[in-house]
Antibody, heavy 119, light 110 residues
């Protein structure tokens, strides 16, 4: 069974840093583009970042560019999101999402991990 | 920019519902594919895939769900609505970065 399990979310102070992880299983992780999508409390979905299957290419939402870094370890089947200079508006449920084609065909979503930025 | 309408609707079981999604630019790519997707988020759950590339259902999605459209205007239609169809529906464009979701349409079943 294909599965994505996010972890690492927590309460962090404004200006702080945090790294999210996503463990993948049940599919060939090294062949799939991977994304992070977030959802602020009571709000809609916001795409955050993507990394290509071989880490050659990354893209970011303007709201996180320069503060967040996406990466992956294909030997461990883990996706990461390093977050720095966190702001209150980064408070959200962060989903790890598999892209079947690299063109937004999001065919597998994790349950999410919660990041709260507050003093 | 991707704009969904309506923002909410209430549907009687057995009736049909339609959601519109409009993009500020054409989603037709040079490879001939149109990169418009639909996702459904049921209460308390992560989003689940419904439709890819305008009109193709993901595996396991009932044929009550259908997508149509071209260029910049797209529609998701739910025929014979059932109670389990309640939730928030999102369209998403993926022809370019950043990917963009619509604002979402909340569907309530009467």
């Amino acid at each position: 069974e294909m599965q994505l399990l996010e972890y690492g979310g927590s309460l962090v102070q404004p200006g702080g840093s945090l790294t999210l992880s996503c463990a993948a299983s049940g599919f060939t992780f090294s062949s799939s583009s991977m994304n992070w999508v977030r959802q602020a409390p009571g709000k809609g979905l916001e795409w955050v970042s993507v990394v290509s299957y071989n880490s050659d290419t990354t893209h970011y939402a303007d709201s996180v560019k320069g503060r967040f870094t996406i990466s992956r370890d294909n030997s461990k089947n883990i996706l990461y999101l390093q977050m720095k200079s966190l702001r209150a508006e980064d408070t959200a449920l962060y989903y790890c999402v598999k892209d079947a084609t690299g063109w937004g065909k999001f065919d597998l979503w994790g349950q999410g991990t919660v990041v709260t930025v507050s003093s | 920019v991707v704009t969904q309408t309506p923002r909410s609707l209430s549907v009687t079981p057995g009736q049909s519902a339609s959601i519109s999604c409009k993009s500020s630019q054409s989603l037709l790519n040079s490879d001939g594919k149109t990169y418009l997707y639909w996702y459904l988020q049921k209460p308390g759950q992560p989003p689940q895939p419904l439709i890819y590339e305008v009109s193709n259902r993901f595996s396991g999605v009932p044929d009550r769900f259908s997508g149509s459209g071209s260029g910049t205007d797209f529609t998701l239609k739910i025929s014979r609505v059932e109670a389990e169809d309640a939730g928030v529906y999102y369209c998403m464009q993926s022809i370019l970065f950043p990917r963009a979701f619509g604002q979402g349409t909340r569907v309530e079943i009467k």
